[in-house]
């Protein structure tokens, strides 16, 4: 049951930083996605388990997430509280040259749950290693998104196919994707067996 295999899980929030708000991009689907995030946010900080923001500290010069521009402060409704964790990382992964596998370890968590941007490059790396390593993952699919792509072959795919494919390629080998609401009703169902006990 979703419920109790969550008792010791992390909420991993990847990325949900301004800078992703730019035309640059293009367009993304799930524009629902902060509300959804913020909702999982308030029900999980109820809870009091762990939650771990993670954002992108980019290298390139041109991108709006490097350090030191607005970009790359975190957006206002999934901003971290004061005593949550916070992991800066370089590349796709959060695991890669960051502390988070180790922090993780320390304090006995082996489940994570997973949302923020973007669904194909940061929330997927990092779930499939996250699975790599062990963990048992959870990917919240209205809670990531994804932006229109243009292939190889020069075939432009709209963000909802990019998105709906990572999440494909993910559930089932890597991850288990589910929805907010189920989450939500876990997360409560969690809550009443403790209150019971």
């Not at 939650?51 to 971290?80: C, W, Y």
């Not at 004061?82 to 890669?96: L, M, P, T, Y």
């Not at 998105?163 to 009703?185: C, K, P, Q, Y």
Request: proline share 4%; glycine share 6%.
């Amino acid at each position: 049951m979703l419920s109790t295999e969550l008792d010791r899980a992390t909420l991993l929030i990847v990325d949900l930083q301004l800078g992703f708000d730019e035309k640059r991009w293009g367009r993304r689907n799930n524009p629902s996605l902060e509300q959804r995030a913020a909702e999982i946010l308030r029900a999980w900080r109820n809870t009091g388990r762990s939650i771990v923001h993670v954002r992108h500290m980019s290298t390139d010069p041109l991108s709006p997430l490097r350090p030191g521009q607005a970009g790359n402060e975190f957006k206002p409704e999934t901003a971290p509280r004061r005593g949550e964790a916070v992991i800066e990382k370089r590349v796709n992964s959060a695991f890669i040259g960051t502390s988070l596998e180790a922090d993780l370890q320390r304090a006995g968590c082996r489940e994570l749950v997973i949302l923020g941007l973007t669904t194909n490059h940061c929330v997927s790396t990092t779930a499939r290693m996250a699975s790599n390593l062990g963990f048992a993952t959870w990917v919240v699919s209205d809670a990531t998104a994804a932006f229109d792509r243009v292939g190889p072959d020069g075939v432009a795919y709209p963000a909802e196919q990019v998105h709906a494919m990572a999440l494909s390629d993910l559930h089932g080998e890597f991850a288990t994707v589910i929805d907010t609401a189920a989450l939500l009703t876990a997360l409560e169902t969690s809550r009443s067996a403790r209150r019971a006990s």
